[in-house]
Nanobody, 115 residues
Framework: QVQLVESGGGLVQPGGSLRLSCAAS????????MGWYRQAPGNERDLVAG???????NYADFVKGRFTISRDNAKSTVYLQMNGLTPEDTAVYYC?????????WGQGTQVTVSS
């Protein structure tokens, strides 16, 4: 089992920034990818950004240039720096861990962008 604990969500004004963190623990493999997804009410869960063990990143078009994903392998932690937030970014953000055999999700953290 792998446990994922997310933190850093909250309420922010348009144009503001937030940094999400997700710490993994448990039976973590040596090679795994991590990522962030988000889901707004009535919508599907969409990929926001992902990062491989080697540090390769991929981003959804709607966050390119605004969000940055990074990871600290020593801490088994992935981060999502979110800048230039807009009300359309309001959603529950979920951390994801994936290795060759398993796929785990965090409990989600609410991000609300509103004035």
């Amino acid at each position: 089992q792998v446990q994922l604990v997310e933190s850093g969500g909250g309420l922010v004004q348009p144009g503001g920034s937030l940094r999400l963190s997700c710490a993994a623990s448990g039976s973590i493999m040596s090679i795994y990818s991590m990522g962030w997804y988000r889901q707004a009410p009535g919508n599907e869960r969409d990929l926001v950004a992902g990062i491989s063990s080697a540090g390769r990143t991929n981003y959804a078009d709607f966050v390119k240039g605004r969000f940055t994903i990074s990871r600290d392998n020593a801490k088994s932690t992935v981060y999502l720096q979110m800048n230039g937030l807009t009300p359309e970014d309001t959603a529950v953000y979920y951390c994801n861990y994936r290795d060759s055999w398993r796929n785990y999700w965090g409990q989600g953290t609410q991000v609300t962008v509103s004035s």
